[in-house]
Nanobody
């Protein structure tokens, strides 16, 4: 069993930045990919960004140019740096780990964190 704990969410004004962290209870190098997803009220959970064990990254169109996913295998931690935040980025952000499968698909992720709230508002 793997536990994922997100942190770093909060309230930020439009145009501001936040860095989310996801600490894993086991070595993240063993996973095929790590990802960040988000879910806003009334919406389905959607992919934000993923990073494979080899370091390849993938971003949702809404995140490209503003968000950066990274990983520190020594700390078993994955990060999501979010810049130029917009009100439409408001959501609960989830960290997830995938053992196998297409990292762009939520169904490939078998471990999920509890989520951290990000609110972008003036």
């Amino acid at each position: 069993q793997v536990q994922l704990v997100e942190s770093g969410g909060g309230l930020v004004e439009p145009g501001g930045s936040l860095r989310l962290s996801c600490a894993a209870s086991r070595n993240i190098f063993m996973f095929n990919a790590m990802g960040w997803f988000r879910q806003a009220p009334g919406n389905q959970r959607e992919l934000v960004a993923t990073i494979t064990s080899g370091g390849s990254t993938n971003y949702a169109d809404s995140a490209k140019g503003r968000f950066t996913i990274s990983r520190d295998n020594a700390k078993n931690t994955v990060y999501l740096q979010m810049n130029s935040l917009k009100p439409e980025d408001t959501a609960v952000y989830y960290c997830a780990a995938s053992s196998v499968g297409d990292p762009r698909r939520a169904t490939s992720y078998n471990y999920w964190g509890q989520g951290t709230q990000v609110t972008v508002s003036s």
